[in-house]
């Protein structure tokens, strides 16, 4: 590979992030407000370390498909149709691309991700609940 030549894994993410509307922070606490629904991806150690999202569903990216499939049993409460607005947050905004692509693959056309993710959440000064202590 030459220098400055993509890697594959730069191509697959400018692909996924080719058909998403991407949030910046504000843009996705507005949808929040206006009833979109957060989906924080990031595993546990993240949470336990930077805090988390008021209002957020935390799914662990590795069940995201199965808890917000509206067709699937194992959905969570939240997955109440193909016409959600799902806003994914991970911690920098790069597993959340992916994540929202495969969740239009779903049929879940209205799903996105936050640009920069938890972190650029957190540096726009949006609320933000601190780590669970002692639990």
Do not use: K
């Not at 080719?18 to 009833?35: C, E, M, V």
């Amino acid at each position: 590979m030459s220098a400055g030549a993509a890697s594959r894994v730069d191509a697959l993410l400018a692909e996924a992030r080719s058909g998403l509307a991407r949030l910046t922070p504000h843009q996705a606490a507005a949808a929040q407000r206006d009833g979109a629904l957060l989906v924080d991806i990031r595993y546990a150690a993240l949470r336990d370390r930077d805090g988390t999202l008021p209002g957020a569903l935390v799914v662990e990216r590795n069940e995201l498909e199965w808890r917000l499939d509206p067709t699937c049993p194992h959905r969570a409460p939240q997955a109440t149709g193909s016409e959600l607005f799902v806003v994914v947050v991970c911690d920098e905004g790069y597993a959340s691309s992916f994540a929202a692509r495969s969740l239009h693959r779903l049929g879940l056309r209205r799903a996105t991700d936050l640009a920069g993710g938890f972190q650029a959440w957190r540096a726009a000064g949006l609320p933000v609940l601190p780590p669970a202590r002692g639990t």
